[in-house]
């Protein structure tokens, strides 16, 4: 297993440029979730999904879009991006929600937006 | 989610057990501990969990004081390849993938 992929790992993008975080993976996870952290800080929480279809909001979910079509992938949206959105991005997954087990995290997309 | 506090950096020589504090005296009695750690900005990796009871794994031991108001993770014999970010995480029974992730512990494993 791969576990939980993101694309890119590196990204410099200019102001106002619209692009998109990838993120998939093959564990057969309903529950997936983007968080973004900034030096020094800890891991907010953008958007999430309990299951294909289905997305809501998190702690900072302003200038990015999300949408669940399938179980495997998880895309996060930067519509237009602000200098605001640099930052490391993290993709994760879990098979329940329940406290039953774990988060598994991807290895982050860092974003510069000049 | 009850607030955390952990202090912002800890040493430890490498071999040693490592312990590290966490308070979350707002805990109510459906809210779990999670710990993952971080290391080197690369993605968090998970490290354990518990409700009440003490709880141990491969990677480490946690400690929940009997009114559950703060716990302690402990690395049995730390390297230096432990040497990371860990966050304690306090989290309701209904969703284990909307964590609330604080500024965590530093922890340095010295030669």
Redesign the interface.
Known sequence: NAG?TQTPKFQVLKTGQSMTLQCAQDMNHE???W?RQDP??????IH?S?GAGITDQ??VPNGYNVSRSTTEDFPLRLLSAAPSQTS?Y?C???Y?????????????SRLTVL | DAKTTQPPSMDCAEGRAANLPCNHSTISGNEYVYWYRQIHSQGPQYIIHGLKNNETNEMASLIITEDRKSSTLILPHATLRDTAVYYCIVNSGGSNYKLTFGKGTLLTVNP
């Open positions: 939980v529950y997936m979730s968080y020094g800080m800890g891991l907010r929480l999430y309990v998190g702690e490391v993290f994760a997954s879990s329940s929600g329940r406290n039953t087990g774990e988060l598994f995290f991807g290895e982050g």
